[in-house]
């Protein structure tokens, strides 16, 4: 019931944005409607977003860390960015289709010969829509843990285009976050429909933090480890103790995981 009223929502929302977005196509003037309908579509999942800090409107290249699907919504609503997510996200239960909607540059992480092409989708997201969003840890996270910063994707800014800032994302859903988060073995199918047939709503943060010149950081590793240590920073803070190891084994990301049992998912009836 809860999935099917929600799926009302989001339907309530295409009909009236869709046509409104085609038609400021149409004009020749940028459309603010992909960016209303995905802040929408985050609401109707059940997340309150908070903005904290100042997102830059354009010539900006975001740094994030990554927990789940929602992360696309929540920041788009914020600031109306273009991405680059991996693969599977694009058949995702409607979320796939709104991501394309918003430009979403797809990575294969096995397809090693294919950075090229993705670089170039890059520049053109970047050059069309004045803001990309990238999530370099390569997978979801528990939101307790930080993984190394893959950069691949920071090609782009080897060397930066004129005029571009990075700035670094740190989402953060506080006590929901292990329970939002897609780790492990669950199919992103699976967490859209837990996800979406949980009861209630919960809250999140967005910080926007100090964005720096990527020429001051010359090379996509030390502009990598930088907004990492900026995001790492920023989420020490919020949960209050330093982070933990992530409790999974990341194959793509050569990622290996502690001697321990992972961490079990609660079951969507864990409020």
Known sequence: MRIGLRAAGLILGLLVTVPLHYLWR????????PRIFLAWAGRMAGARVERVGVPLKRDV????????????????GQSGTAFVAKEEIRDAPVV??????????????????????????????????????????????????LLPFKTPM???????????????????YGAMSEEVGWVGVETGVDNAKRLLSRRGSFRMKVHFLEPFYPQDFPG?????????????????????????PFAYAVDAVRYEAPAEQPIEIPSSDGG
Request: proline share 7%; hydrophobic share 40%; charged share 20%.
């Open 26 to 33: 149409l004009l020749r003037i940028g459309s603010p409607w």
């Open 154 to 172: 920071l090609r782009v800014l080897e060397p930066p285009p004129p005029g571009v800032l990075v700035q670094p994302v740190l989402l953060d």
């Open 220 to 244: 996509r590793k030390a502009i990598a480890a930088e907004s990492r240590r900026r995001i790492e920073e920023a989420l020490v803070a919020s949960l209050g103790h330093p982070l933990r």
């Open 96 to 145: 796939g289709w709104l991501s394309t909607l918003n430009q979403t540059v797809y990575v294969k992480r096995e397809n090693r010969m294919g950075v090229a092409e993705q670089i170039n989708q890059l520049r053109d997201a970047l050059t069309d829509n004045w803001s990309v969003t990238v999530f370099p840890e390569g997978t979801t996270t528990d939101g307790k843990s």
């Open 61 to 76: 290249f975001y740094i994030s860390n990554h927990l789940s699907w929602i992360d696309i919504l929540a920041i788009a």
